[in-house]
């Protein structure tokens, strides 16, 4: 005879707890995090240990400072000692000027940048003469030409004369008495004259005061003077003068 299958009574059925299986299922979620985060921690510090090995471990190198700015420019003492004579028809130095001072480029020069104007009591202008005709301007000249020319003003104070700047910039439309591929065009040239001191004497404080280029002109159509240039930019590139120049 078949017995009677025995089934619990639903006094006997197991009770679902669901807050143990909630226990449950948060520790594995912490055990897992826990194995995540200490795999994050070993793979950064091993990259952190070749980058360090890559860059020798030691700390960052500091940025650099910015250098300080040069000093100002001494405006009255000279640059190069004084030539022992400046005889009329002689220039320093030797040779021609396109090596001491560089050739004329009008396809780069901008007089709105370029040009300076120059005003100092202590020196006379040509062009603010009534015998000026030719509207010129002479207090225009190049950037570059302020400090030499600022140098010779007080150098030839000290020694009691006046200066007398004769020609400065001239437009190269407006051009009519310089060569075509002269440093006026640029006003990076000026003819100078004095009072109270020979053109000699002017000549030797010029070359000293720091201009790139000086000439005691004597021509054939106008007077005496000297004619001083200089260089576009102090670091300026020159032409390669002749072997029969470099004396």
Known sequence: MRSPDKRPLPSEDPVFDESDNL???????????????????????????CRKK???????????????PAPPP???????????????DSNLPRGKEIYASGPIDLATFNPTNDLVR?????????????????????HLI??????????LVNLLEKKGGK??????????????IHMTASLHCEGRAVDL???????????KLAWQSGFDFVLYEKPRKSGLHLHCSVKRRPDASLPPRPPADKK
């Open 23 to 49: 226990g449950r299922t948060l520790t594995r979620a912490a055990v897992v995090a826990a194995v995540v985060c200490l795999g994050g921690a070993l793979f950064f510090g091993l990259g952190d240990g």
């Open 142 to 151: 190049h950037k570059n030409m302020e400090v030499p020319l600022k140098r």
């Open 163 to 176: 200066l007398k700047v004769q020609d400065a910039y001239r437009p190269a439309d407006k051009n009519k």
């Open 54 to 68: 890559k860059t020798g471990g030691g700390p960052a190198p500091a940025a650099e400072t910015a250098k300080p």
């Open 193 to 203: 004259t004095c009072e109270k001191l020979s053109l000699s004497d002017l000549a």
């Open 74 to 88: 001494d405006l009255h003492n000279p640059v190069r000692p004084a030539p022992a004579a400046f005889p009329p």
């Open 118 to 138: 120059f005003e100092d009591s202590r020196v006379w202008f040509e062009s603010d003469t009534k015998r000026a005709a030719d509207k010129e301007d002479d």
